[in-house]
């Protein structure tokens, strides 16, 4: 089992900036894929950013490329998101997630962190 504990959360103006953290525990590993997920008031959850180890290759949804950067930290167990020029749209709970495999659904979820973009 692992275990994905999110901070960082919080209210930010437009145009501010935040990072987010994501502490993993238990049985980690430095070859999970690791990702970003949110999810905003009455809408699903939508894919934010990946980070794959194996293959370095990272992606972003286009609303947010250029904005944040998805980044690891092996040693401290820990992925951050690093949220800059962040709009009222950006608003929503975000997740961790890590997967055992490089593509496809993901092994475990963090319990969430909200981030709000006052306007």
């Known amino acids: 089992q692992v275990q994905l504990v999110e901070s960082g959360g919080g209210l930010v103006q437009t145009g501010g900036s935040l990072r987010l953290s994501c502490a993993a525990s238990?049985?980690?590993?430095?070859?999970?894929?690791l990702g970003w997920f949110r999810q905003a008031p009455g809408k699903e959850r939508e894919f934010v950013a990946a980070?794959?180890?194996?293959?370095?290759?990272?992606y972003y949804a286009d609303s947010v490329k250029g904005r944040f950067t998805i980044s690891r930290d092996n040693a401290k167990n820990t992925v951050y998101l690093q949220m800059n020029s962040l709009k009222p749209e950006d608003t929503a709970v975000y997740y961790c997630a890590a997967a055992y495999s490089d593509y496809g659904t993901y092994d475990y979820w963090g319990q969430g962190t909200q981030v709000t973009v006052s306007s």
């Open positions: 238990g049985r980690t590993s430095s070859n999970y894929r």
């Open positions: 980070n794959i180890k194996r293959s370095g290759n990272i």
